[in-house]
């Protein structure tokens, strides 16, 4: 299985609205290991909103507020690839919300989403 071996060291620089949903600064590095053995490490100063879950009812209240490790993550990848394919990128966020303890019937939802509604955030 995938770890994180550092936490999440972030400050909050902006709220938007009052869906909650703000942007977040890394204040220290993110350090994952894949259970390929491949290591990312998201850089401090990097900007994330975590795991973004679209607010329609039902869906956030299943997929919300969990996984800001994996959301993380997964914003790097997405931003400054350290992977160039998108699936890749998609497979290591389910990984990591598991290793990060998030049920895996969830983390799959989470995939899913990102798999059919990602494609316009991945920067190659």
């Not at 290591?92 to 983390?107: D, S, T």
Request: aromatic share 12%.
């Amino acid at each position: 299985m995938g770890k994180f071996i550092t936490g999440l060291e972030v400050e909050q620089i902006e709220d938007v609205g009052a869906e909650g949903r703000g942007t977040w600064r890394l204040l220290a590095p993110l350090t994952y290991i894949s259970t390929a053995g491949e290591t990312y490490t998201v850089p401090p100063g990097f900007i994330t909103d975590f795991a973004s879950v679209p607010r329609i009812p039902l869906i956030f209240d299943y997929l919300g507020d969990r996984g800001n490790l994996a959301g993380t993550l997964h914003d790097y990848l997405y931003t400054k690839p350290a992977v160039t394919d998108k699936g890749k990128a998609d497979r290591l966020l389910q990984e990591a919300l598991i290793a990060q303890g998030v049920n895996p019937v969830m983390a799959f939802c989470f995939y899913i989403g990102v798999k059919l509604g990602g494609a316009k955030y991945y920067n190659q």
